[in-house]
């Protein structure tokens, strides 16, 4: 406790004290940079709505809105989640925002039993599957916490002998081939990490598996990482992660309206027609509880990998001596959600939305997965508010969405974008996602590389609360920490100019930007301050947890409320969109470059046309390159309107152009050409998505195919910026 | 018990049905190469005897030396060691090779009490120190096994907080003082691996410590690694690691004749003067007893790379809370060792020695280090001796060597060079150490790059019993397993070509070499075969462990001898001695460029004369090539017998060039100018020395004077091989 109070107490008092002399120095620094997409009125303008705009978002009020969001459990829907709906609406009409709620009917499980776990031999034992009350954290004990289950589990009932897969992924399935062991009819035992759970549950499956126990190995967020709730801030030996088991790689939604919209008159699928549903039970637990059944297992030492952080050797199992009986009992049910939408008009052009969006529902109390980007969220349109207030209006209209069924598998946000395609294709400008804003002070983001210089341009222009530099500053600084040789010749000059730009990552999957980007084409980014975080779906995700190791100044929801509000305004207000292309081309080719490097080392290159793919790039490249001139110029001038506005218009249907509507080989819902999460991922981005599952498969003939379908999307992308020029 | 014995029956009904097979196979199919130093004549006539040599060694009789050897624990001095002394001279004997004790007056404690180590605060509870009996390995029980203690620890009686040092090196030090922990004044409690143990005490006592405990981290040798002992090989959680803790970077042999004989005359040191000797407590301790330590520390949670297996998250300590006192009581006094030094005369130079050497002495029975290796000594030494009832003789002289005293620092093997340097210097030709034979089936070696060639040459006619390959395609298909890019690449081809040769690795210290190469400058090599071996320097270190985990068909104690003995054969037979500097030159010049890529990332290049480096060894490699060109040239010729002397004597004399009278510097025992041990590593080597130390100390006036030395020393190399040419 007291290792913990220290860093706190030290932040309070720079909060109280420093924070906003450096937020204004920081202002100062960056005000005589003309903003990007604006002329030099537009921008000194816009400056100043921006530093009225973050002076408003405060610690006091994001304390309280985290407080009301996290009072109860509130799983999407149930009566809780719905409470919440009600707060986020009534809260956003209180700041003169109009807002409503939307309904959909989807599929949504809950236990209708506690499921059982008992290891069967070498002695019978059933698993507590039940995370402690914790004495300090009041809400622990709440009754109405959901007990351990995996959202979208099937119900079963299996007695089998266990083997234990390591992270039940292709390659550890291959390993445990290689000692002879074979998963069929058996239950496996497989970690949390290093993919999406459904995953998991996919490839258990297709292996044979019956059942399916996953758990969370003290190596990955438990004591191996630090201190563990509520000493610290990890996992502790009761805490299991809940989570859907959805097949996200194939597509997000309800399970029973793939495509279509889960609302009144959508034809529904049957259970068993679902393609995104596992047969098999699947469930969550402790590394308390797997330690029961990890250490009798007999069979083949792990092999290299397998150790997790157990105090003592692994072995995979897969012998008759032990056994496990697993049984789930899954109440499903079609049931409603409430997504939350909120709208700011705009004043010139109502028609280009900036959607900004964050879910709401949480497995337990979501202090920090989602409810902390709930308050961000409140907090920004609580200063959107302040600005209407004061006669500010955006050129383009603001949309808020507050997503519910996020956790089960993008249902609010999948069912609406579906519902509303056709309109989302002609007036969505971007989409803003944030999921958790804050777990911690370290700065993260993706997004289509169109955007990575508007964020960092955000980034610059807001103080990082505790080390009181800019929150890119912060941010680069950490990439060099991370980076050992790059510190090596840091070291020597003291400068920072041997790091590039802080890096912005690929967009996968695993929260809502997914519809908009990977389905229509929508550019998106999500972004958020992580931290040491091991409570991740689990009971003590909660109020307690957030206030003593998350954010106890609350400070960094307010940073983060700041910033997201800030690149919304940028996009909403600008005259010319700040999106730039040549970023998007760069990425491309090192994507196509390294996804080559694997075709020669695999010596899978003959069906591959390199030079087309590299001439499509070049043309891109060139004609990004003439566009953002060309934008620049029509910005400069005052009676360019119509000419910026084709501009403007291309700028966001070159990533529509991405998308193909064949979609992707297996999953065709997936139609974006460069970004889909990775079939064996989820959660990570598999860029140049079926070219490179293509090369993974070895299959040149696809592999040939896949390559013609993005150097298409690029011409039809270069096309739409040529003829903006014309 | 059951997963263990399943390779060893596979491998042993390979070893009666195949091996023999194997062998001859592997025989046939290098027949045809001519052996590198002999006459087309001369190859085909060693290739015979060879074959004859390498049929003499059985596993029965290494098992049954084994057995012997490892009857009772052999500390140095001890009377059970005496007895190991004994076994080996007779033996020697019985082949018909002459054999001698040789007896030296080394500075030698034994603790005298056990050790006390004890948790005073926040309770009081005295750590048990002991290796528990293991029914099932009779030995274990034996009372004759000394107490675990550290050789050469300070007798001492401290009590202080204790600080977590993790590896107990410089750079964790560091991290310590970044979270603000000081350990002047404190115990500290360091954990085995990365360095020599007498490293992590010159570096507590160094940064102040009072007292160094040192225990073995389940991460890092236990059951992280996989299953303890008995049940697997790994250490158990009451097992520790004795070894000496002497100042071996500095220099090694008897602590109080330092570059002297320890003979009766030899002027000796008082105990003060030393420089070798720590001046704090030392105690090695089991993760059973570390827990008890570990687990209560407060202060700082650990700095990334600190955290061990124990299941818990580690803290450094350093408060007032947690305190230990340790006491030790040593006795030290000046004791005898016994070297057996067997010899058989060469038939045409008998001045000539090709030196064989293994220690005897152990922390307890020695099994693996070091009677694997005697072992193998006395299978090849008997094999030598059937040869010579044949009519064979070497045409140089075989000197055997059975050092006593190298667990607390070389220090049979360190007087004997002093003693006999300049006799050494004249006749020595190589020195071919072994230390742990086996403790698996992977073979590994280090040696001077002049013997590269060899050592590959002889591994391709000496076949791996597990995999009926050679032991060179065993051992070049794990370094590509342990190559992912590699495999990556050969997945495609099946051939094996895309992996150079299996990488010989660089001398440091640790074993007998290091008087030889890096005292005298005698081109020396090192080599077994490793495995799963957690029980280093423990009680378990004996026979149930070797014939249960490590060799269990002793068939790799019968490979070793083949190899070492065929290497000595090739060396003691040849007319033009097998060793090549072009290798060497290859090596300088990576060792240069890597040591110039860290001058240059530190800005450190000035006082460097690089150009004048690089022409020494572009002088030094092209008048390796005119050598090797003119011995081909001289063994072809039938009468160039004196032209082919000078080039052999111009091969030896090379490595004695790379020495510098004056030494290196702070430590003007080690004299070698490439190789030497590193200061903070103790068992890896730090090439180009004094030059990469003055780097690490960023003093470019030091870098520029190393440097100068190895010039030097490279163009000494040169002009002995060109004048050998005159």
């Given amino acids: 406790m007291k290792n913990v109070r220290r860093p706190v107490i030290a932040v309070l008092i720079f909060a109280l004290l420093g924070f906003n002399a450096s937020l204004r120095s920081v202002w100062s620094q960056n005000n005589s940079t003309q ?75 809950y236990p209708r039993q506690p499921t059982i776990v008992e290891l069967v031999a070498p002695r019978r034992e059933r698993l507590a599957l ?81 059942g399916l126990i996953i758990y969370s190995d003290p190596a990955d967020d438990g004591y191996m990482q630090g201190d563990v709730f509520p000493k610290g801030p990890w996992r502790p030996a009761t805490s299991a992660q809940r989570g859907s088991v959805q097949f996200l790689s194939t597509s997000p939604g309800d399970p029973l309206t793939p495509g279509t919209p889960a609302i009144p008159g959508t034809p529904r699928l049957k259970m068993e027609e679902a393609t995104t549903l596992t047969r098999i039970p699947v469930q969550p637990i402790s590394y308390g509880d797997a330690r029961r059944l990890l250490e009798p297992l007999q069979g083949p030492l792990r092999p290299r990998g397998f150790q997790g952080g157990l105090p003592f050797a692994y072995h995979v199992g897969g012998t008759a001596g ?68 004061k006669g500010w209006q955006p050129r383009r209209t603001i949309v808020l969405c507050s997503w519910d069924g996020e956790e089960y598998g993008l249902l609010g946000s999948t069912e609406w974008v ?103 084409g929508i550019p998106s980014s999500d972004m958020g301050f992580g931290g040491d975080y091991g409570v991740y779906h689990s009971a003590y995700d909660d109020f307690y947890w957030m206030s003593h190791f998350g954010d106890p100044t609350f400070m960094y929801h307010v940073t983060a409320a700041r910033l997201w509000g800030t690149i919304a305004m940028r996009l909403a207000d600008s005259a010319g969109l700040p999106l730039d292309y040549r970023d998007y081309a760069t990425q491309v080719r090192e994507f196509f470059a390294e996804s080559m490097k694997t075709a020669r080392q695999r010596k899978l290159t003959s069906g591959i046309d390199e030079k087309q793919m590299n001439d499509a790039i070049d043309a891109f490249s060139s004609e990004a390159e003439k566009t953002e001139r060309a934008r620049q110029d029509a910005i400069a001038q005052p009676r360019a309107g119509a000419r910026l506005q084709r501009i403007n218009d291309a700028l966001i249907a ?41 090369l993974e498969d070895r299959n040149t003939v696809n592999a040939g195919e896949a390559l013609n379908r993005i150097v298409e999307a690029l011409k039809r992308a270069t096309e739409t910026l040529r003829k903006a020029r014309d």
């Fill in 35 to 109: 903003l990007d997409g604006f002329t030099a009125a537009g921008s000194a303008t816009e400056r100043n709505w921006e530093t009225e705009f973050r002076t408003i978002p405060e610690a006091a009020s994001a304390r309280e809105h985290l407080r009301r969001l996290t009072a109860q459990p509130h799983v999407a829907g149930t009566k809780e989640d719905y409470d919440t709906a009600i707060y986020v609406r009534d809260q956003m009409r209180s700041y003169g925002i109009s807002s409503e709620l939307k309904e959909y009917d989807v599929l949504l499980p």
């Fill in 130 to 210: 039940k995370e402690a009350v914790v004495p300090e954290d009041p809400s622990s004990s709440n009754p109405k916490i959901i007990p351990l289950f995996n959202g979208y589990s099937a119900t079963g009932d299996v007695t089998a002998p266990l083997v234990y897969v390591n992270y039940g992924l292709p390659p550890d399935y291959d390993a445990l081939k290689k000692v002879g062991v074979d998963v069929k009819g058996k239950i496996v035992l497989a970690r949390y990490g290093n993919s999406f759970r459904g995953v998991k549950a996919k490839v258990a499956q297709d292996n044979g598996a019956v």
């Fill in 322 to 389: 032990v056994r496990v009986h697993l049984k789930t009992d899954m109440d499903y049910q079609v049931r409603k959600i409430w997504n939350v939408i909120s709208r700011i008009e705009g004043a010139e052009e109502k028609d280009r939305w900036v959607v900004m969006g964050n879910h709401r529902d949480a497995w337990t109390f979501g202090a920090v997965d989602p409810n902390s980007g709930t308050t961000a969220m409140l907090e920004a349109a609580r200063a959107f508010g302040g600005l209407l207030k």
């Fill in 418 to 520: 579906e519902e509303n395609a056709t309109e989302l294709k002609q007036k969505a400008v971007v989409y803003l996602n944030v999921d958790v804003a804050v777990s911690g002070a370290n700065f993260g983001a993706a997004s289509v590389p169109s955007m990575w210089k508007l964020i960092r341009a955000a980034t610059r222009d807001v103080p990082d609360p505790k080390t009181g530099k800019t929150v890119y500053q912060q941010w680069q600084d950490r990439t060099r920490d991370d980076s050992p040789d790059a510190e090596l010749a840091d070291a020597e000059t003291g400068s920072d100019t041997k790091i590039a730009e802080a890096r912005i990552g690929a967009l996968g999957s695993g929260s809502d930007f997914t519809p908009f980007l990977q389905h229509l």
């Fill in 654 to 694: 070159v990533e529509r152009d991405l998308t193909d509507a064949r979609g992707l080989r297996g999953r065709n819902w997936y139609t974006h050409q460069i970004y889909a999460p990775g079939t064996y991922t989820g959660y990570a981005a598999q860029p140049l998505p079926d070219f490179r599952q293509a």
